[in-house]
């Protein structure tokens, strides 16, 4: 069993930059593959960024590609989401996933993750 906690979120004016944390508990934090997801009023859940255990990572939403950035630091059971240039259109709820993945070192683009945290708003005003 694995928790996930995420920190971080908050108000922010446009163009400024947040950093999502996201604490896991369990020791084999180093076996899992680790995402980023988002969910807006009224729109489906998307996912934003992923990184597999080797750190290997991938921003999927095209609208954040260059101002989101994944990252991971196993030792510390953590994964991070640094957002810069925040837009008022990355006003959402996020949230940190987990998957079991020892034998991939890539980062998982499907929702189907093992484990959730409980979300954490950001909101971003223009």
């Known amino acids: 069993q694995v928790q996930l906690v995420e920190s971080g979120g908050g108000l922010v004016q446009a163009g400024g930059s947040l950093r999502l944390s996201c604490a896991a508990s369990?020791?084999?934090?180093?076996?899992?593959?680790m995402g980023w997801f988002r969910q807006a009023p009224g729109k489906e859940r998307e996912i934003v960024c992923a990184v597999g255990w080797s750190g290997s990572n991938t921003c999927y939403a095209a609208s954040v590609k260059g101002r989101f950035t994944i990252s991971r630091e196993n030792a510390k059971n953590t994964v991070y989401l640094q957002m810069n240039d925040l837009k008022p259109e990355d006003t959402a709820v996020y949230y940190c996933?987990?998957?079991?993945?020892?034998?991939?070192?890539?980062?998982?683009?499907?929702?189907?993750?093992?484990?959730w945290g409980q979300g954490t708003q950001v909101t971003v005003s223009s």
């Open positions: 369990g020791r084999t934090f180093s076996s899992y593959a």
């Open positions: 996933a987990a998957r079991f993945a020892p034998y991939y070192s890539g980062p998982y683009s499907q929702d189907n993750y093992d484990y």
